[in-house]
Nanobody, 115 residues
Framework: QVQLVESGGGLVQPGGSLRLSCAASGSIFDINDMGWYGQAPGKTRELVAVITRGGRTVYADSVKGRFTISRDNAKTTVYLHMNVLKPEDTAVYYC?????????WGQGTQVTVSS
């Protein structure tokens, strides 16, 4: 099993920045992809960004150029640097990790972008 603990969410004004963190523990060897999904109120959960074990990144079109995903050298902590935040970025952000064909999820962290 892999446990994921997220941190860094909160309330921010439009144009502001936040950094989300997600630390993995437990059976952390051979974790492959890690990333973030966002779920806005009344909508389905959607991919925001993913980073592979080798460092390849993929972003949703809506966040390209504003968000950056990164991973620590141990490959067990993933970050989402969120810049130029917009009200439409408001969502619960869920971290995930893929290991051995199984997807593990964090509990989610709320990001609210509002003036």
């Amino acid at each position: 099993q892999v446990q994921l603990v997220e941190s860094g969410g909160g309330l921010v004004q439009p144009g502001g920045s936040l950094r989300l963190s997600c630390a993995a523990s437990g059976s952390i060897f051979d974790i492959n992809d890690m990333g973030w999904y966002g779920q806005a109120p009344g909508k389905t959960r959607e991919l925001v960004a993913v980073i592979t074990r080798g460092g390849r990144t993929v972003y949703a079109d809506s966040v390209k150029g504003r968000f950056t995903i990164s991973r620590d050298n141990a490959k067990t902590t993933v970050y989402l640097h969120m810049n130029v935040l917009k009200p439409e970025d408001t969502a619960v952000y869920y971290c995930y990790a893929l290991r051995g064909g199984t997807t593990f999820w964090g509990q989610g962290t709320q990001v609210t972008v509002s003036s």
